[in-house]
């Protein structure tokens, strides 16, 4: 099993910034059997949506409202992502969570984390 907890979620007001962090834990064969990373997030009434994610070489991928003002990007260790969020909107409001994908015998399983709210004032 995989453990994540995030952390850094809050209120700001609009064009303010916040950074989200998320830990992983758990067996040192799960955490390097984890092959992506991810930031998700779902708000009031709607799917949960893919916002960001980076693969164990890096490669990136945003979702279109957010390209150009969230970056993810790894810690000094593997167990550690972050999502550094610049020029918020009230539509980034939200609970944020956290993902990791691992890959084992060539099946891959989902760990989330609990979420963080992030609320974007106007």
């Known amino acids: 099993q995989v453990q994540l907890v995030e952390s850094g979620g809050g209120l700001v007001q609009a064009g303010g910034s916040l950074r989200l962090s998320c830990v992983a834990s758990g067996s040192i064969f799960r955490l390097n059997a984890m092959v992506a990373r991810a930031w998700y997030r779902q708000a009031p009434g709607k799917q949960r949506e893919l916002v960001a994610q980076?693969?164990?070489?890096?490669?990136?991928n945003y979702a279109d409202s957010v390209k150009g003002r969230f970056t993810i990007s790894k810690g000094n260790t593997e167990n550690t992502v972050y999502l550094q969020m610049n020029s918020l909107k009230p539509e980034d409001t939200a609970v944020y969570y956290c993902?990791?994908?691992?890959?084992?015998?060539?099946?891959?399983?989902?760990?989330w984390g609990q979420g963080t709210q992030v609320t974007v004032s106007s």
């Open positions: 993902n990791a994908q691992t890959r084992v015998a060539g099946a891959y399983n989902y760990y």
């Open positions: 980076i693969t164990n070489s890096g490669t990136t």
